[in-house]
């Protein structure tokens, strides 16, 4: 079942990031805000009453028809079934009622699981995806790779 978060979930949500071992991991407090206050532009997915996965994004201030993800993260026993895609057109069916037209999100040169998600997920939805480059491994820091931007429009 996808639905949008609650403060409720956001400690399983910083569980998953936290066992992913590839997600930067926030503290439990930004996934509790996450769903308290950011609900209607993230998702998680239930799977026998237990949340498995989530997306969280925010609407972009300087364009409301842009949702920025800032994570997918997805329980280990459940990766490889598309349910990273699934909880990304989830999102973007539920927002498209809002306007929401375009999708952006950062993803690093070596993450090219990520990168085939995002690139199904547009395909799938007959859109465009591009890249180019944002944040750079100096402005990031010590042992972060850069973050390039991509869009699904």
Do not use: C
């Not at 996808?2 to 910083?14: H, K, Q, S």
């Not at 949340?51 to 490889?80: H, K, M, N, Y």
Request: aromatic residues 8%.
């Amino acid at each position: 079942m996808f639905r949008p978060p609650t403060a409720a979930d956001g400690n399983r949500m910083w569980e998953i990031a936290r066992d992913s071992g590839v997600l930067d991991l926030n503290s439990s407090y930004a996934y509790v805000l996450w769903g308290a206050e950011f609900s209607e532009s993230s998702v998680v997915v239930e799977v026998e009453g237990r949340v498995v996965g989530f997306v969280t994004g925010f609407l972009r201030p300087s364009e409301p028809d842009t949702i920025f993800v800032w994570q997918v993260g997805v329980d280990a026993d459940q990766r490889g079934k598309g349910l990273a895609a699934r909880l990304l057109h989830s999102l973007m069916d539920r927002l498209a009622e809002r306007g929401v037209v375009r999708l952006r999100t950062t993803i690093s040169p070596d993450n090219e699981a990520s990168q085939r998600t995002f690139g199904a997920v547009a395909r799938d939805r007959g859109m465009t995806l591009s890249s180019e480059d944002y944040l750079s491994s100096e402005l990031l820091g010590e042992g972060h790779e850069r973050e390039d931007l991509y869009t699904i429009s």
